[in-house]
């Protein structure tokens, strides 16, 4: 049996009122994934760094593994030369 290790890599940009994050696979057998979430604070709110980080990364984390059910499935199908039903 073989072992992979993949790491997510979370970056964050903040400007007060908007968190953005990029989510991006790392390893050496990861396949080049990254996911972007954004979250936006209303005016009327505290600022609270960490739930926009919070918000954002699980936005991120989302379209991340999207991509990755898409990849999955591109590669079924190349197998089976039927249409995949991949479900997360």
Do not use: Y
């Amino acid at each position: 049996m073989t072992t992979q290790h993949w790491n997510i890599d979370l970056s964050f940009e903040e400007d007060g009122t908007r968190t953005a994050c990029k989510a991006a696979l790392s390893g050496p057998e990861a396949p080049a994934v990254q996911g972007m979430g954004v979250a936006r604070r209303n005016p009327a709110d505290t600022p609270d760094a960490k739930i926009g980080e919070e918000l954002a990364a699980a936005r991120a984390c989302s379209e991340l593994a999207h991509e990755l059910v898409g990849r999955a499935a591109a590669d079924v199908e190349s197998h089976t030369h039927r249409p995949a039903d991949l479900n997360i």
